[in-house]
């Protein structure tokens, strides 16, 4: 499966952005999608995900409440609403995919084996 994410930006901080990371392929049902994110001089990091299947949702202690992942199994497509956004948002975000991937590993970037080229998101002060 091929991705592509879109969305990023420069906002003012408590400003919102909405991401997309568009899949191309068959069985997208089939994958786990999550987001993950890197500042500069800093390890990627996990943000949030959905599951295969059900579509079960994770997110990391730092966006919870501000952000929610959803998915479109018909138009192949996961979202991530940015909401009360912080300057520590700033990053380049990733989506990532992998085949039935189980919610034990769905925080684990090694576990993702398709990535989307990332997308810039800038929260100023």
């Known amino acids: 499966v091929q991705l592509q994410a879109s969305g990023g930006g420069s906002v003012q901080a408590g400003g919102s952005l909405r991401l997309s990371c568009t899949a191309s392929g068959r069985a997208f049902n089939s994958y786990t999608v999550a987001w993950f994110r890197q500042a500069p001089g800093t390890e990627r990091t996990f943000v949030a995900g959905v599951s295969y299947g059900v579509g079960n949702r994770y997110y990391a202690d730092s966006v919870k409440g501000r952000f929610t992942v959803s998915r479109d199994n018909a138009e192949k497509t996961v979202h991530l609403q940015m909401n009360s956004l912080k300057p520590d948002d700033t990053a380049m975000y990733y989506c990532?995919?992998?085949?039935?991937?189980?919610?034990?590993?769905?925080?684990?970037?090694?576990?993702?084996?398709?990535w989307g080229q990332g997308t810039l998101v800038t929260v100023s002060s």
């Open positions: 990532a995919a992998a085949s039935f991937l189980s919610e034990t590993y769905y925080s684990t970037e090694r576990y993702y084996n398709f």
